[in-house]
């Protein structure tokens, strides 16, 4: 059994990381390949697994489980562009993980967990979302209902520029607090709602965002303005 459900094309949820199967087995393979057609890697499914190097995941999946990779440090790289949604804790302790764009290419709302990728590498510039006008879910409506939880990126030092696309909504508190290397977010229009401490540890700093928006006056009463 390989915890794969045929049928429905998920990856089955673990509620404790020893009930995977491959745990029985003392899994520790440094390279994953997961086939075509697979559309959910479920909670804690690769939770721990510290010789992981590389995951080769198919553009058929969407969603991230909770902790579902959780402290597998020594995972390199893996293609987001195409997931929507990202537990909690999905990615968190993933010290050497490089990733680029969230989202850019996903058909729905898009959701980042807490802690989603709490200490993670990171690869410089990130992207979150796409043009949601051009984004269209499942029933063929346009959602627009995007979210960045609370602490999701914090003390990822490789980032340097950032942009949220039209569409996120919200970010959570904390969300890029300890980005030391931070220098440069682009937030849309669309944001309205900033938490407390997003930005905490960002000593370089500077926030692009339309005037009178949510990003504008964040920036301004923080001083993060150019």
């Known amino acids: 059994d390989t915890g794969v459900d ?130 269209e879910n499942r029933n063929g409506t346009v959602s627009t209902v995007k979210s960045i939880g609370e602490s999701a990126f914090a003390y990822c030092a490789g980032i340097t520029t950032l942009t949220i696309s039209e569409g996120v909504t919200s970010i959570g508190s904390g969300a890029f607090n300890g980005c030391g290397s931070l220098q440069k977010v682009t937030i849309s229009g669309t944001v309205t709602s900033i938490g407390p401490n997003v930005f905490d540890g960002c000593p370089h700093l500077v926030i692009n965002g339309l005037y009178s928006s949510a990003a504008e006056k964040y920036a301004r009463e923080n001083s993060f303005g150019p």
């Open 6 to 135: 045929a049928q429905s094309a998920v990856v089955l949820k673990y509620p404790d990381k020893k009930m995977a199967p491959w745990d029985e087995i003392g899994f520790d393979f440094k390279e994953i390949y997961v086939v075509d057609g697979i559309t959910h890697i479920g909670a804690y499914a690769f939770y721990e697994q510290k010789v992981l190097e590389e995951f080769q995941m198919p553009m058929s999946v969407v969603s991230i489980g909770e902790k579902a990779f959780y402290k597998c440090s020594s995972l390199k790289g893996i293609n987001l562009s195409r997931v929507g949604v990202i537990g909690n804790n999905a990615f968190d302790g993933c010290e050497q993980l490089e990733y680029g764009h969230i989202g850019t290419m996903y058909d729905g709302a898009i959701t980042i967990g807490a802690k989603a990728f709490n200490s993670a590498k990171s690869n410089g510039e990130i992207v979150i979302g796409g043009d949601y006008r051009k984004a």
